[in-house]
């Protein structure tokens, strides 16, 4: 493909790229899907995302060296980190349409990382849906109404707690951290990934073995945490994920 694009108000890629190496871009954080992008061949200005829609995964050695930069490692809060490698190129190659949405927001930003609370965090909501579970088996024997009862509650404690967690959302794009929390009316906070200034990580005892802590994010502007990702799997990893950010701003 020929260059032709030169991507708007980005001094950090001043010259022509094509459609390769704008997909390549986008894939390896450094431009957004909805950055805004110029046309020097027909003088039309076009969104990143609009150009790369249903492109295959370039093919090893279609693209210019001169973008090349690491793959950042996408970790889920409920699985393993996956390899820092480049896509697959032997075989069927998956379309940009088949790839999962979700992998960026709704102003295009990349995310490296979304999670909620891990299932320790709620070990007393736990006891009590297991406690109930007991009371109804127990109060089987003296009729129908006892044991529904138990089992009633039991599931009512058990929906409750998932509501609790998966109404809390952590996220880390290339640009930020946030955290979003509410079930009807959505709350946020946020800070940028150039501003933090400090990144601590707080591991309990027990929940410390089980790979559970709380991540802490605190800004040049304020004295105290300005986003807390509390109760996440993986803590360290997540720190290292946005650490990898921070060196990969400071290099642009």
Request: contains cysteine; negative net charge; glycine residues 10%.
């Amino acid at each position: 493909m020929s260059a032709r694009f030169r991507i708007q108000n980005n001094p950090t890629f001043e010259m022509l790229l094509s459609r390769e190496d704008l997909y390549l871009l986008v894939e390896r954080g450094s431009v957004a899907r909805g950055d805004f992008c110029f046309d020097v061949r027909t003088g039309s200005s076009h969104k990143v995302g609009e150009l790369i829609d249903g492109m295959h995964p370039p093919r090893s050695g279609g693209s210019n060296t001169r973008i090349d930069r690491p793959y950042y490692r996408e970790l889920r809060a409920d699985g393993p980190a996956s390899d820092d490698q480049e896509p697959e190129t032997s075989g069927s190659e998956p379309s940009l349409d088949d790839m999962d949405e979700s992998g960026y927001t709704a102003s295009g930003e990349r995310i490296h990382y979304h999670g909620h609370p891990s299932w320790w965090a709620f070990t007393k909501p736990f006891t009590l849906f297991f406690l109930l579970g007991i009371a109804s088996g127990l109060g089987f024997q003296f009729g129908w109404r006892y044991f529904l009862s138990g089992a009633g509650l039991a599931c009512l404690t058990l929906a409750c707690t998932a509501v609790a967690r998966f109404s809390r959302d952590y996220y880390v794009t290339n640009e930020r951290v946030e955290v979003v929390w509410g079930v009807i009316g959505r709350s946020s906070k946020e800070v940028r990934i150039c501003d933090i200034r400090a990144i601590d990580v707080h591991e309990a005892w027990l929940t410390g073995l089980l790979g559970v802590g709380s991540l802490d994010f605190s800004s040049a502007g304020t004295a105290g945490v300005e986003v807390q990702f509390k109760d996440i799997r993986n803590a360290h990893e997540v720190k290292e994920i946005v650490r990898e950010l921070q060196r990969a701003v400071a290099d642009e």
